[in-house]
């Protein structure tokens, strides 16, 4: 289960239920859109305003780490070691970058430039 609250007053704004295993991965776009993934393969995204589901996606890997840009651009590592952007496919569109191990942590600038991800053979790479 995932819950949800509001930044501004603390307030519980609901629960997002749905995968079947725990979940590793998690991130909020600018617009309020969630976005979940479980080691169950599933990725998953829901409105944040009400907690509706809007799309679920079986990947070929685990995803290990979600991070969202500019203009909703979504990077996800996974525990193949690979780091992909997510066009909202089945599939990423395209992998930037495969480490030796899984990834363990992504992250995109605000204007989408820049990316840096860690995994678990000890590399950092700026993408």
């Known amino acids: ?13 609901g629960t997002l239920e749905g995968h079947t295993a725990f979940v590793i991965a998690v991130a909020v776009a600018t617009d309020d859109t969630v976005y979940t993934a479980s080691i169950d393969g599933m990725l998953r995204v829901w409105s944040g305003r009400d907690g509706s589901p809007i799309r679920t996606v079986a990947m070929d890997s685990s995803v290990s780490t979600i991070s969202i840009g500019a203009g909703k651009t979504v990077l996800i590592g996974d525990v193949r070691g690979r780091v992909s952007v997510w ?32 995994g678990f053979d000890s590399q950092v790479s700026c993408l």
Do not use: H, K
Request: with cysteine; charged share 20%; proline share 2%.
């Open 87 to 118: 066009n909202g496919g089945a599939a990423p569109a395209r992998t930037l970058y495969t480490f030796g191990e899984d990834v363990n942590m992504l992250t995109i600038g605000q204007d989408g430039r820049l990316c840096v991800a860690c």
């Open 1 to 13: 289960t995932i819950r949800v609250w509001s930044a501004d007053n603390g307030s519980d704004l």
